[in-house]
């Protein structure tokens, strides 16, 4: 679609995504003969370009847990407010699944804002 033929009047914004990659060094020196060595490449950091703005984007679905070690990975299961209890309870809307249900429902009477993103805190999900 032409931005002149955007609805309202609106015109789109040109967006880049610049990613930055941890590649191994058996992918940086082939030289481009047979087959590319089978390795994976490790996602850095992610910025969204619109216009003059630019955004750093987070992993905030966790995509890279699989770059995690045992014991780093057993922290992100952890509460992030007790770190002792599992993370078992969703705060909706945000849909963040941060705390225990314990620590959840502690929040709910205190400051009932989501300790991730600071939204209000309208319902809990036990998972």
Known sequence: MEPENLPCGKRASAA???????VPEALLSWNGDG???EVGCKLLKQFLQIGR??????DVFDLAADDVSGEENEEN???????FSPKDTTIL??????TCYECA??????????????T???????L
């Open 16 to 22: 880049t995504l610049y990613a930055f990659l941890d």
């Open 93 to 98: 809307p945000c849909r963040h699944m941060c």
């Open 120 to 126: 209000e805190i309208q319902r809990l999900i036990k």
């Open 53 to 58: 703005q630019v955004y750093e984007l987070n």
């Open 105 to 118: 429902g502690q929040l709910r009477l205190g400051t009932n804002r989501c300790p991730i993103c600071r």
């Open 35 to 37: 087959d590319a060595p």
């Open 77 to 83: 299961e952890m509460c992030v407010i007790c770190m």
